[in-house]
């Protein structure tokens, strides 16, 4: 069954620790991308990867961390300096840059 | 930067009814606008893409639209049903290997 697996569906986290969100796809898609959602804010960027050991970051990515040391993975590591992390996250890929996106069905993070 | 708008917010219709929705993008050099629809809880699901040399991309009761030159695309939505009521965001992938930019995204209601 072709498609993106994020996992888990629900986590929660104390204050201090880190967490970490897994992504993976076996569409073999070079390009994947995290992204928050928060009520009213749509999705923001985190980060993103175009080619295994390469990433760059997005727009809100201090706090947080990534690898791709696999084409199929890309793990999205919430860190304790991450000052508001409950939100909704998502993880996408595309073939390459600028093709269809397809996105995994989230991980909904909350800090207990 | 690229910026993407989606109005209105929210939009409540009668099960029939033919609807636009509407997307606006600051900068008019995109490589593609994409249509995801998303259900609550849920990850996005990809309607439609719209390359920039197309005018227009159909599925089913979907019809989206594309101008460049006045930076708006529309999502037609014909004969609408309760099933569609879920949450619309476009976004652009502008020239280069940037990320797709998101609207906040319309929240239908389609009412029996």
């Known amino acids: 069954d072709g498609g993106i697996t994020q996992s888990p569906k629900y986590l929660f986290r104390k204050e201090g620790q880190n967490v970490t969100l897994s992504c993976e796809q076996n569409l073999n898609h070079d390009a994947m991308y995290w992204y928050r959602q928060d009520p009213g804010q749509g999705l923001r960027l985190i980060y993103y990867s175009q080619i295994v050991n390469d990433f760059q970051k997005g727009d809100i990515a201090e706090g947080y961390s990534v690898s791709r040391e696999k084409k199929e993975s890309f793990p999205l590591t919430v860190t304790s300096a991450q000052k508001n992390p409950t939100a909704f996250y998502l993880c996408?890929?595309?073939?390459?840059?600028?093709?269809?996106?397809?996105f995994g069905q989230g991980t909904r993070l909350t800090v207990v | 930067k690229q910026e993407v708008t989606q109005i209105p917010a929210a939009l409540s219709v009668p099960e029939g009814e033919n609807l636009v929705l509407n997307c606006s993008f600051t900068?008019?050099?995109?490589?593609?606008l994409q249509w995801f629809r998303q259900d609550p809880g849920k990850g996005l699901t990809s309607l439609l893409l719209i390359q920039s040399s197309q005018r227009e991309q159909t599925s089913g009761r979907l019809n989206a639209s594309l101008d460049k030159s006045s930076g708006r695309s529309t999502l037609y939505i014909a004969a609408s049903q309760p099933g569609d009521s879920a949450t619309y965001l476009c976004a652009s992938a502008d020239s280069g290997n940037t990320p797709l930019v998101f609207g906040k995204g319309t929240r239908l209601s389609v009412i029996a």
């Open positions: 996408a890929t595309a073939q390459v840059a600028h093709t269809e996106a397809f």
């Open positions: 900068d008019s050099a995109i490589y593609n």
